[in-house]
C-alpha cells in the first residue's frame, strides 16, 4: 500500500512516528510522512526509504505567523491541500493520522476521495485536557482552545468514520468499546522498544545505595516534584544525602519549578535535573541506574496511555517505582517488576524507596521486567499486530 502518516509537529523526529513509519516499509509499503514545519527544513527529503513532505517554508513571516499558520487545525488550509497533495500525488490508499486534532482533515478527503483513514491515538486528548486543566495553570485562551468539552465531542464525531484506531493500552481500547467502536477496528500497538535496543545487558544490582533515573517531559503531570519531596522525607529518615542519586532529564515547562524546590529542600546532592541530553548520554544513565521512577499523578491521561519508559526500564533490568496511574500499576503488579507507591504520597514514596535498598529485590524486580518484555512487552509483537491491521485494511475488511 501506499501510506501516508501525518504527524502534526516537526519531524524528526518521534521514537512512535518513526518505529511505525520503518516497520510499515519493512512490510513493504511505501510511507511519506507529512509533518508541520516550523523549523524551516526542506519540504521534501528521503531519508532509507522514508519519504518526507513538509509544510511550506515561509521564512519571509515573523515567526507568530508561522506558528499561527502551521497549527494542527483540521481546517487549516496547510494542512488540508498538503495531505491532499500527498495523497494524489503518490495515489495514496491509507492515512495514518497521528493524534485526534488533524483527524477530520483526513476524513475530508476520504469523503471526497474514498482514502481509508486510521487514527494512531498515541494520547486520549479529551483525557489529556481534562488532566492538564486538573493539575495546571492554564490561562484563559489555552483553557478554551484545549477544551476537554470540545474535544470530547470532536472525537466522538470522528470515532465512528474511521476505517481503524491504534491505541496503546487495554485501558484505551476498553474505552472506545464502550463508545460503541467495534472491537475488530481496534488494534493495541503499545510503544514498546525492539530487544535489543540496549545490546542485551541486563543491570546486575549490588549494593544498598539508590540512583534513580527519570527520562522525559517535565511537566506538573509527571510528579517529579514529589519525587523530589519525598528524597527529602528519604534523608530526614537517616539515610545519607549520598546513598540517593536522581538523575531527572528532559525539559518542559516544570523545569525551573523543580530546580527551585531541590534548592529549597536542600537536596542538591541527591537530585540533578539535567536538561535535554543526547540519547548516547540518557542510556549512560540508563546503565547507572537501579531504579526507573514514574511517580506520575493519577489522572484520566495517565490511566489511558502508556509511557515508553516503563518498558525502557523495564527491558534494562531496573525495578519501576510508581504510582497507582492505573496501566502502569496493572503492568508491575501482574509481572512482580516494581513498588507500587500511594497517589501524591511523598511518605509513602520514600518508603518503597527504602525497601529498594535490598539489592536482592532490585534484581528479583529487575529481572521479572526484563523477561516480561522479552516475552511480551516489545516492538516485535506490536509491529505484529500493526501489519494484521494494514493486512485487514488492504484486504477490505477493517
Known amino acids: 500500500m ?29 510511507v511519506t510522512i507529512v509533518s508541520r514545519n516550523l523549523e524551516q527544513r526542506p519540504i521534501r527529503e528521503t531519508d532509507n526509504n522514508l519519504k518526507l513532505l513538509r509544510l511550506p517554508r515561509l521564512r519571509l513571516l515573523p515567526l507568530f505567523l508561522r506558528k499561527l499558520l502551521n497549527l494542527p487545525l483540521w481546517f487549516n ?21 497521528r493524534d485526534l486534532p488533524l483527524v477530520r482533515s483526513a476524513l475530508i478527503l ?15 486528548y479529551p483525557e ?41 493500552i487495554e485501558e484505551s481500547r476498553d474505552r472506545l468499546l464502550k463508545k460503541d467502536i ?50 527529602a522525607q528519604y534523608v530526614k529518615r537517616g539515610n545519607t544525602a549520598d546513598s540517593i542519586r536522581v538523575d531527572i532529564v528532559g525539559k518542559g515547562a516544570s523545569k525551573p519549578k523543580l530546580e527551585r524546590l531541590v534548592t529549597e529542600l ?39 496511555t502508556i509511557p515508553n519508559k516503563i518498558f525502557d526500564y523495564m527491558l534494562a533490568g531496573l525495578p519501576v517505582l510508581t504510582t497507582e496511574v492505573i496501566p502502569i500499576r496493572r503492568i508491575v503488579k501482574q509481572r512482580h517488576c516494581g513498588l507500587v507507591c500511594k497517589d501524591q504520597d511523598t511518605a509513602d514514596i520514600a518508603e518503597k524507596l527504602e525497601q529498594l535498598r535490598d539489592p536482592n529485590l532490585r534484581q528479583l524486580l529487575g529481572r ?31
Open 128 to 168: 489529556m485536557y481534562a488532566s492538564s486543566a486538573k493539575f495546571s495553570d492554564k490561562s484563559v485562551v489555552q483553557r478554551l482552545v484545549k477544551s476537554p468539552e470540545v474535544a470530547e465531542r470532536y472525537e466522538s464525531s470522528v470515532l465512528p468514520k474511521l476505517d481503524h484506531t491504534l491505541v496503546m
Open 266 to 304: 536542600g537536596v542538591a546532592k541527591s537530585v540533578t535535573i539535567h536538561g535535554w541530553l543526547s540519547h548516547e548520554r540518557v542510556n549512560e544513565l540508563m546503565a547507572a541506574a537501579n531504579v526507573g521512577s514514574l511517580t506520575y499523578r493519577v489522572c484520566g491521561h495517565w490511566n489511558h
Open 182 to 231: 467495534p472491537e475488530q477496528q481496534i488494534s493495541i500497538v503499545s510503544n514498546t522498544p525492539p530487544v535489543d535496543k540496549f545490546s542485551g545487558s541486563v543491570h546486575q544490582h549490588s549494593g544498598t545505595s539508590l540512583h534513580l533515573v527519570y527520562v522525559g517531559f517535565l511537566t506538573e503531570l509527571r510528579g517529579l516534584d514529589l519525587l523530589i519531596h519525598a528524597v
Open 2 to 30: 501506499n501510506i501516508i502518516l501525518v504527524y502534526k509537529e516537526d519531524y524528526p523526529w518521534d521514537v512512535r512516528v518513526e518505529k511505525l513509519a520503518l516497520a510499515l516499509i519493512e512490510q513493504g509499503h511505501s
Open 368 to 398: 521479572n521486567g526484563h523477561n516480561a518484555v522479552i516475552e511480551t512487552y516489545n516492538w516485535e509483537n506490536d509491529k505484529a499486530r500493526l501489519a494484521q491491521a494494514i493486512s485487514l485494511l488492504d484486504s477490505g475488511s477493517g
Open 77 to 97: 488550509p496547510l494542512w488540508i491541500f498538503r495531505i491532499f497533495q500527498a495523497v494524489h500525488q503518490d495515489n495514496v490508499d491509507l492515512i495514518i493520522v
Open 110 to 124: 476520504k469523503r471526497i476521495l474514498g482514502t481509508k483513514v486510521v487514527l494512531d491515538m498515541a494520547e486520549v
